[in-house]
C-alpha cells in the first residue's frame, strides 16, 4: 500500500533551534517524495521535491530508503518558518495520474 | 507569476442541493486534479483528469461526483446531491507534461448544513 506518515501533529521549537520533521513512507517502487508548505491562509506550496536535491528557504530533505524516511531539516529556524508542512508522496509511477499522497501534515510554531 | 484560481472561495449549502466548484488551471497545464480535506484530517485525491477525461479516481468520487473541462480554461467539480459528510475544503491542481509539480489552487470551502 501507498502511504505516508507523519507522526508529530505539532512541533514547537524556539527562534533559532534546529527544525526535523519526519516523514516516513510505504511504496514498493522507487518513491517521488516532495515537501508542501502551507502558510496561514495560503495555497499548499511545493517547498522541496527529493529528485531536484535542492535547499529552499534553508530547509533540506534526504531520501533515506533503508528507513524509508523523508525527513525534513532546517538548522536554525525562523518564525516565518512558522506554517503547515506536508509530505507527499507520487503514486502511481507512470500513466497519466501521478496523483500525490499526502501525510497528515506537521505543524510547525516557532517561537520568538 | 501564473497560479491556479478557484471560485468561490467559500460555498455554503443545504443538504440535498447541487454545487459546481469552479477552477482555472495554469494555462499551459494539461493534468488537473481534485483533492479536499475534511477539517483535521489528511489532503485527500479525488481525481485527476487529462486528454478530455478522468484517468484515475479514488473510492470518495462516486457518482454523485463529476469533473468537467467544459472549455479551455475552467475546470469544474460538481457535486450533484450533497451529504453532510462532504463539508471540507476543495483543493484544485494542475501541472505541466513531464513535470510532476503540482500547482494548487487557494481552495474552496464547502460548507453543507
Known amino acids: ?112 | 507569476e501564473p497560479e491556479v484560481t478557484q471560485t468561490p472561495s467559500h460555498q455554503v449549502t443545504q443538504m440535498g442541493q447541487e454545487v459546481i466548484l469552479r477552477c482555472v488551471p495554469i494555462s499551459n497545464h494539461l493534468y488537473f486534479y481534485w483533492y479536499r480535506q475534511i477539517l483535521g484530517q489528511k489532503v485527500e485525491f479525488l481525481v485527476s483528469f487529462y486528454n478530455n477525461e478522468i484517468s484515475e479516481k479514488s473510492e470518495i468520487f462516486d457518482d454523485q461526483f463529476s469533473v468537467e473541462r467544459p472549455d479551455g480554461s475552467n475546470f469544474t467539480l460538481k457535486i450533484r446531491s450533497t451529504k453532510l459528510e462532504d463539508s471540507a475544503m476543495y483543493f484544485c491542481a494542475s501541472r505541466t507534461s513531464g513535470i510532476y509539480e503540482q500547482y494548487f489552487g487557494p481552495g474552496t470551502r464547502l460548507t453543507v448544513t
Open chain 1, 1 to 112: 500500500a501507498q502511504r505516508v506518515t507523519q507522526p508529530e501533529k505539532l512541533l514547537s521549537v524556539f527562534k533559532g533551534a534546529p527544525v526535523e520533521l519526519k516523514c516516513n513512507y510505504s511504496y514498493s517502487g522507487s518513491p517521488e517524495l516532495f515537501w508542501y508548505v502551507q502558510y496561514s491562509r495560503q495555497r499548499l506550496q511545493l517547498l522541496l521535491r527529493h529528485i531536484s536535491r535542492e535547499s529552499i528557504k534553508g530547509f533540506t530533505a534526504d531520501l533515506n530508503k533503508g528507513e524509508t524516511s523523508f525527513h525534513l531539516k532546517k538548522p536554525f529556524a525562523q518564525e516565518e518558518d512558522s506554517a503547515m508542512y506536508y509530505c507527499a508522496l507520487r503514486g502511481d509511477y507512470g500513466g497519466a495520474t501521478n496523483k500525490l499522497i499526502f501525510g497528515t501534515g506537521t505543524l510547525l510554531a516557532v517561537q520568538p
